[in-house]
C-alpha cells in the first residue's frame, strides 16, 4: 500500500495578536504556509467560506467587516492526491492550527443606576462628575474622575448615584 503523502503545514500568521481576549477590529487576515503546494477550502464556524481550485503553497485569506462575536477559522488542505490534513490535525508550536477568538468592536458599557434605602451609618458615598475619556476605538480607559465623599449618616430615603463600568 502506498504512503500517504499528507501535506505539512510550516507556518500561520495572523494580523491579530492571539494571546489578547478581544480582537476590536472586524477585518481578519489568515496566511498558511506549506511545504508544497496544496488545495485549501477555509471555514468559519463550521461553515465552508473559501475554496479554489488552485494547488500553492502559500494562502492568504482576507476576512471583512466581521461582525462582534466569536468565530473558529478552520482549514482543509489537499494534496494533488487527496491526501489531506485540517487544522486540528496540524499541530504549530503547543497547539494545533484552528483559530479561535472574540471580535469585540463596540465601545464599553457605562450605565448609571439608583440605590435607596432609610438610613445609612458610615458609608463612603460617590457624589459628583464623572468623567470617561476612551480611545477612538473604544478598547482603553484613559480617565475615570470621580469626587469621593466620607458619610458618617446619611438622611432618611437618601439616594446614592453608582457608576458600573465594564471595560475590555
Known amino acids: 500500500m502506498p504512503e500517504k503523502d499528507m501535506p505539512k503545514l510550516k507556518e500561520v500568521k495572523t494580523n491579530f495578536d492571539s494571546t489578547k481576549e478581544y480582537i476590536n477590529d ?3 487576515i489568515v496566511e498558511y504556509v506549506f511545504d508544497n503546494d496544496v488545495f485549501m477550502e ?5 461553515q ?18 466581521l461582525e462582534d462575536g466569536d468565530y473558529v477559522i478552520d482549514f482543509t488542505a489537499y494534496t494533488s492526491k487527496k491526501d489531506n490534513i485540517s487544522g486540528k490535525d496540524a499541530i504549530i508550536g503547543d497547539s494545533d492550527a484552528r483559530l479561535a ?3 469585540d468592536t ?3 458599557i457605562l450605565s448609571l443606576s439608583q440605590k435607596s434605602a432609610e438610613s445609612v451609618e458610615n458609608v463612603s ?3 459628583g462628575a464623572n468623567t470617561v475619556i476612551t480611545e477612538d476605538d473604544g478598547s482603553k ?12 449618616v446619611l438622611p432618611k430615603n437618601y439616594q446614592i448615584m453608582k ?5 475590555r
Open 48 to 65: 465552508k467560506a473559501y475554496s479554489d481550485n488552485k494547488f500553492k503553497k502559500e494562502w492568504k485569506f482576507v476576512l471583512d467587516d
Open 42 to 46: 477555509l471555514s468559519v464556524n463550521g
Open 141 to 152: 480607559l484613559t480617565e475615570l474622575r470621580l469626587m469621593k465623599t466620607e458619610v458618617s
Open 106 to 108: 463596540s465601545a464599553p
Open 101 to 103: 477568538f472574540s471580535i
Open 26 to 28: 472586524n477585518n481578519i
Open 163 to 167: 457608576i458600573i463600568n465594564r471595560i
Open 125 to 127: 458615598a460617590i457624589f
